[in-house]
């Protein structure tokens, strides 16, 4: 049986370029599940007059092509304009690793659109966001679905743990199914939060937890 692997995607796998996080990350994103397999998560810091990347890194978990996708994306995207960068494709990517066995091709993906959504996270923080929508119950539900459930490995709607949902005047109210002294709740909440905060409509998120 041939291994699936070729020299460069191994290259990125054993060495990959712009590991770990930037702390003080003008945009983030994660997506992806560790009961699913593969997680990735993005940061990127944005020069404010040119909106070229200046700085890039990810973090992963998952097989040797999450981890080069991980890697050749980061390379792709740093000094690129925000806009470049949004069009770099998950084929593009496939293609600079000179591809990917069609098993792992997801894993392109995953990377792209993690790329795309820390980009996302800048514009929405930053008022950049074109043909802005009112924030509605099901854009939140999809803003929640990138908040993980640790319990579970799977995103906090798809487990249930919204009991539920408020959108008054600028003000996202969340009920969360657990009790408040949960072991986790602290760190539901805040992700929920920093999800839904940078909308561009909303003005407070507030997150209660169902009594014990």
Request: with cysteine; aromatic share 4%.
């Amino acid at each position: 049986m041939a291994f699936p692997y070729n020299d460069t995607v191994l290259e990125h796998f054993k060495n990959p370029r712009n590991v770990g996080r930037i702390e003080d990350a003008d945009g983030k994103a994660s997506e992806g599940s560790p009961a699913c397999g593969d997680m990735v998560s993005v940061t990127i810091k944005v020069d404010e007059e040119t909106k070229k990347i200046t700085d890039i890194k990810f973090e992963s978990y998952g097989c040797a092509s999450n981890i080069a996708t991980g890697s050749i994306i980061t390379e792709m995207a740093k000094g690129k304009t925000l806009e470049e960068a949004k069009r770099i494709t998950w084929q593009e990517a496939s293609q600079a690793l000179g591809g990917l066995p069609s098993i792992k091709a997801h894993c392109s993906v995953l990377a792209v659109e993690c790329l795309r959504s820390a980009i996302l996270n800048y514009e929405e923080k930053h008022g950049l966001v074109v043909n802005l929508e009112p924030t509605t119950e099901e854009i939140v539900r999809k803003k929640l679905r990138r908040v993980m459930n640790p319990m579970k490995g799977l995103d906090m709607v798809a487990t249930n743990l919204v009991k539920e949902i408020e959108i008054s005047e600028g003000v996202i109210r969340v009920v969360v199914d657990l009790p408040e002294d949960h072991q986790f709740a602290a760190t539901i909440k805040e992700e929920a939060k920093e999800r839904l905060e940078n909308l561009w409509d909303v003005k407070q998120v507030i997150i209660e937890f169902a009594t014990a």
